[in-house]
């Protein structure tokens, strides 16, 4: 949609992503002091269709008008990067990073689109930075899919982070928080302590994956306890400063089971995440169905993370890679008609008021002309050529005087009178043929002749819009004597936009 009403202001956003066959939004207020987010909807479109057709249909659900959207991609959408910080100043940091995983990326540097979490300085370990990195094409696809409903996507997350902001939720102070997530996505293992992500791992199984069958799900988790331990080794060894304090397991539905085996195998706490505990679902409640919250975690996350003060986080949107906002924005071209529609249509009644004004003052001096003529006749009538009466002649010639007076005025009424009435007609004519794309600027009269001036969006408004004016009666057989058409700049820079500009002028007459 190439013209966009105006957004929403202050409203709550709503919060989109997709998981294999299905698309999910919610929205969450933002709390109050002391009270937990508000959950005030939740939606989901199950399909089978490519990820951009489930939102589509997904935000033709929502009725969106003009809403604020936040969007999560799909992991295995875009690349989560781990690089050293390079020793550069700050202000360049992040324009360093991109060229230092630009041999990691899976598509050309120029045609990527990256943000990156930096990390609080440590004495003990080299800094290194998480980049998340996405392809250009993707990011303006989804970036221009809602304009449609008059919406922007004004913040595109990653489920990295909003997996730390499900995290921060549960911290306890001063110790470091791990989350080991199982969705229709995939399986993450991240560790946090004060909203710095510093570990990420992913493993091969999902939600779907251990759904198969008890022997596949027993070997998948066996698997999966065995490479925690490795995990949480890892974290004691090179993280020591940050001690673990629980394990927290996101809902799915063998996290029962998953829970016992890591009870028996871990040395620290293990539990499973109790998302009503994170939210206020009084409004909206969440599903019951352990997979369907399984596929609602990240998006939860992402959400409660859109609503943190003074944490870091992923941004992918990039204004950069949308089209330049049209110059001649429908909205105010279609005001700007619907004004000179108005104007022109007053212009015409009080035009027709003041002609009838003149016409009647016409008449009545036709008729006192009339009467003194009459008068003058008469008066002649008693004149004989043998005698002559000085007060008649006198009488006379002050009749006559006064008959011509009354000429003038006739003549000074009738003349505007004529030339108003055909202004009018031409006004009314003008008033009524309008096409979109083609407005006025200039309307003149002068010694019978009519000049007109205008601009187009397009070339071929033009003979549309002479083809209308051509059909209204005023204009009826007009002869126009001379047409100019040239261009005009409007604006500065990168917003200057060339429009058409035409200029007619009509005859002092009609074809015979």
């Given at each position: 949609m190439m013209f966009a009403r105006r957004r929403k202001t202050g409203s709550t956003p709503w919060q989109l992503t997709t998981q294999p066959g299905m698309a999910l939004a919610l929205r969450l207020a933002a709390p109050h002091a002391g009270e937990k987010p508000r959950l005030l909807g939740l939606k989901s479109d199950e399909s089978a269709h490519p990820p951009a057709e489930r939102l589509e249909a997904l935000a033709a659900g929502l009725g969106l008008r003009g809403d604020s959207l936040h969007l999560l991609l799909e992991p295995g959408s875009y690349q989560f990067l781990q690089s050293e910080v390079p020793q550069v100043p700050a202000e360049e940091l992040k324009t360093a990073l991109r060229w230092t995983v630009k041999d990691m990326l899976s598509q050309p540097l120029d045609d990527t689109t990256f943000d990156a979490l930096l990390p609080v300085e440590s004495a003990q370990r080299a800094a290194m930075a998480y980049v998340a990195a996405a392809p250009n094409v993707l990011i303006r696809a989804r970036m221009l899919m809602f304009r449609p409903w008059s919406s922007a996507v004004e913040q595109i997350g990653v489920a990295e982070t909003a997996q730390r902001s499900v995290a921060d939720a549960l911290e306890e102070s001063g110790r470091a928080t791990a989350v080991l997530a199982i969705t229709p996505t995939g399986c993450m293992l991240t560790a946090s302590h004060a909203g710095e992500l510093f570990f990420v791992r992913n493993f091969d199984l999902s939600c779907l994956s251990l759904n198969a069958s008890e022997s596949v799900r027993r070997d998948q988790f066996d698997r999966l306890v065995l490479e925690l331990q490795r995990s949480f080794d890892v974290l004691e060894r090179?993280?020591?400063?940050?001690?673990?304090?629980?394990?927290?397991?996101?809902?799915?539905?063998?996290?029962?089971?998953?829970?016992?085996?890591?009870?028996?195998?871990?040395?620290?706490?293990?539990?499973?995440?109790?998302?009503?505990?994170?939210?206020?679902?009084?409004?909206?409640?969440?599903?019951?169905?352990?997979?369907?919250?399984?596929?609602?975690?990240h998006l939860l996350g992402f959400a409660l993370g859109s609503q943190a003060v003074g944490r870091q986080t992923l941004d992918l949107v990039n204004p950069a890679l949308l089209p330049p906002k049209p110059f001649f924005q429908f909205r105010t071209m279609s005001l700007s008609v619907l004004v000179v529609a108005c104007v022109l249509a007053l212009i015409a009644v009080f035009i027709h008021s003041s002609l009838a004004g003149y016409v009647s003052v016409a008449d009545d001096t036709r008729a006192r002309r009339v009467a003194r003529e009459a008068q003058v006749k008469a008066q002649s009538a008693k004149l004989t050529v043998r005698k002559s009466d000085p007060l008649l002649a006198e009488e006379l010639e002050r009749v006559r005087g006064e008959v011509q007076r009354l000429r003038r005025v006739e003549s000074t009424v009738l003349t505007p009178a004529s030339q108003t009435a055909a202004a009018g007609a031409s006004l009314g004519a003008l008033s009524a043929a309008v096409v979109d794309g083609v407005w006025l600027r200039q309307i003149e009269f002068s010694n019978g002749r009519l000049s007109v001036e205008g601009y187009a969006t397009q070339a071929e408004r033009i003979p549309l819009y002479l083809e209308r004016l051509q059909a209204q009666p005023a204009f009826a057989g007009q002869r126009f004597e001379s047409f100019e058409l040239g261009r005009e700049r409007f604006g500065e820079g990168a917003a200057a936009r060339d429009a058409l500009v035409f200029k007619l002028q009509s005859g002092e007459g009609k074809k015979p």
């Open positions: 090179q993280f020591s400063s940050r001690a673990i304090s629980t394990l927290w397991i996101s809902p799915f539905a063998h996290a029962e089971e998953l829970l016992g085996l890591l009870v028996e195998s871990l040395y620290l706490p293990v539990r499973i995440i109790n998302l009503a505990e994170l939210v206020d679902t009084r409004e909206c409640p969440l599903p019951v169905n352990p997979d369907a919250q399984a596929a609602l975690f």
